[in-house]
């Protein structure tokens, strides 16, 4: 059989992170996943809000850089959980296990990842300069190209005298 999930989306609270009595980390939270879609022209729009939980060190990855609103995407598989509530009933609820996560965005209140921000954007404005530079040069090449005048030799028939040269 085959159980894989993939969900992109953002996480509707913070990370709950505890520890299991081996010393494994666990993280608990939610995502939002929501599908637009049109029905006879008018556009439309249906959020799924998943159970999820991370293990070991994607856990702990996971709390320090993730928080509530966080876009990420998650790839795990399928989990039934099932319990007697307080009044006896049955009670079931699917939630992911997530095996793989890659972070999608930047929380804009997170210091780390706006200090990323800066210092990543800082990394490319010396190849963004060079390539302006690059671009200036050859706009300047073109240019002097255009000014030079081209001259037929062929319109000259026998006489030497009237070249220009």
């Known amino acids: 059989m085959f159980n894989k999930v993939v969900l992109v989306g953002n996480l509707t609270r913070d990370i709950e992170l505890r520890y299991a009595q081996s010393g494994s980390a666990i993280g608990v939270s939610g995502i939002a996943v929501t599908r637009k ?24 990855i996971a709390n320090q850089y993730l928080s509530k609103g966080s876009k990420v995407l998650v790839e795990g598989r ?3 959980d099932q319990w007697v509530d307080q009044n006896g ?25 706006s200090a990323y921000a800066q ?17 200036t040069q050859t706009q300047q090449k073109n240019q002097n190209e255009e000014k030079i005048k081209e001259i037929d030799v062929d319109a000259y028939d026998g006489d030497d005298s009237d070249l220009p040269f």
């Open 37 to 60: 879609f049109n029905v006879n022209g008018e556009k439309r729009e249906e959020t799924c809000f998943i159970d999820i939980a991370f293990y070991g060190r994607t856990a702990e």
């Open 78 to 80: 399928l989990k039934l």
């Open 89 to 113: 009933q049955n009670r079931s609820k699917h939630s992911v296990q997530v095996e793989n996560m890659e972070m999608l965005g930047s929380n804009p209140n997170s210091q780390e990842n």
């Open 119 to 135: 210092t990543h954007q800082q990394s490319f404005e010396p190849y963004k300069n060079q390539n302006s530079k690059a671009k």
